[in-house]
């Protein structure tokens, strides 16, 4: 295997063995149909001046001293396309995604492989010994290779996995997009806390709205909000369309009050009305908590039409593990599970399967009343309603928990009501 780090440093020399200098970088070019950028040149530093040699007039780059083909009069110095990539310039000690084991690492080392004549880059070393190489401590690194346990996360990334982004970028590598969108949004949560706000900001803009909003609802609203700091108003009002109200509530609380205004105006007008009743209620009470996007029938109708309903509308739903029942005041009536639903004959009215007996909480109790309410009645989900029992929403469980279990782990809590 050769690698960049066992070639930067090396002395070449031209045709009549004399040394021209030491090579300081390795041009490569992208090669869109196979994946795998091709060596093309290699720069060559002497004193305070550079060289680029095109890779066809390098005899060999294995050997203690790089031979070239010519003399160094002959040479015609390569020139450079705007899409090649210098590999040590702009490559080596960036950062990069692993789809595989989720998780941002550093580049380290390049490996090269020779194919029918051709250079080409193969992986990007990621790995521990990768470093120590780049050190100076080949022979160590191989030691320890072969001693070290097997790991569950590779010690290198294939470069089709990857792609440069401009060099005026922080992160300079990422996977393609449609490998980001296969990721669980509490995995690119994850990634986001490994990443610099900076390297964050521009992660972000890789995803598409949807994803982008499942992502934020992952993180912390403190968090959030530097994240999108410098995020343009238009992107970010459809964003928080995209976010549970709740979730979008909790960001906007925590924004300048002029940013949050401006904000409220640019989002749809149902979408905003939503989030800025929550925001009258106190951050830590039921009405702060809820989400207003839950299902909720009328008492007159069947089984199968509700099943109908829920066909329809489920997509905008937290949650249709729990189907509420009102009256046409929206008065809260009653409540059914998706289970008791499902088993029940398609004539039969929703009153005759239904709990009359609900337990709720005020649009003004606390959060730690409504996690003790979820804990003691065993409940994913529990209805706000107020003096008049109107019903207003819901606060989720993870929701209610959250003062109670730290977020890491609540994070982790299956969400079976989805």
Not at 137 to 153: C, D, G, K, V
């Amino acid at each position: 295997m050769l690698f960049v780090s066992d070639l930067i440093g090396k002395p070449v020399a031209d045709l009549d063995g004399r040394r021209i200098g030491k090579l300081k970088d390795l041009i490569a070019s992208p090669m869109a149909e196979i994946g795998h950028p091709q060596l093309v040149a290699i720069e060559v530093k002497h004193g305070s001046a550079t060289q680029l040699v095109p890779i066809s007039d390098v005899a060999a780059l294995i050997a203690l001293a790089i031979p070239l083909k010519k003399r160094k009069v002959d040479l015609i110095p390569y020139q450079p396309d705007e899409n090649d990539l210098y590999l040590v310039r702009d490559v080596l000690d960036k950062q990069i995604i692993d789809t595989n084991g989720v998780r941002v690492v550093r580049v380290n080392d390049l490996e090269l492989t020779r194919v029918n004549g051709t250079i080409y880059v193969a992986n990007v070393d990621v790995s521990g010994v990768g470093l120590m190489r780049r050190l100076g401590l080949s022979s160590f690194a191989n030691r320890l290779a072969e001693r070290s346990q097997p790991s569950r996360l590779p010690s290198s990334i294939s470069w089709d996995n990857i792609e440069l982004l401009s060099a005026e970028e922080p992160m300079r590598l990422k996977v393609p997009s449609e490998k980001i969108a296969e990721l669980h949004p509490a995995d690119l949560a994850q990634i986001l806390s490994d990443l610099s706000r900076q390297e964050g900001e521009k992660f972000l803009e890789t995803l598409d709205l949807e994803t982008l909003a499942d992502t934020l609802e992952e993180v912390e609203p403190d968090f959030q909000a530097s994240l999108i700091e410098q995020m343009p108003d238009e992107r970010l009002a459809d964003v928080l369309e995209e976010m549970a109200p709740d979730e979008a509530a909790d960001l906007l609380a925590e924004l300048p009050e002029d940013r949050s205004r401006e904000l409220l105006q640019l989002m749809e007008d149902d979408e905003a009305e939503d989030v800025r009743r929550l925001l009258t209620y106190p951050v830590d009470s039921a009405g702060g908590l809820m989400n207003t996007e839950f299902i909720a029938v009328l008492s007159t109708l069947t089984a199968a039409q509700v099943l109908d309903k829920l066909r329809k509308e489920a997509n905008e739903a937290e949650t249709i593990y729990y189907i509420y029942v009102v009256d046409r005041d929206n008065c809260l009536q009653g409540v059914f599970s998706l289970r008791q639903l499902v088993l029940s004959p398609p004539e039969m009215p929703v009153t005759q399967f239904m709990e009359d007996r609900v337990v709720s909480v005020s649009l003004l109790d606390s959060q730690e009343e409504c996690a003790h309410m979820v804990s003691k009645y065993n409940l994913l989900a529990l209805p706000v309603v107020d003096e008049q029992n109107h019903m207003h929403g819901i606060v989720t469980a993870d929701d209610a928990l959250d003062k109670i279990i730290p977020t890491a782990w609540k994070k982790r809590l299956p969400r079976l009501y989805h």
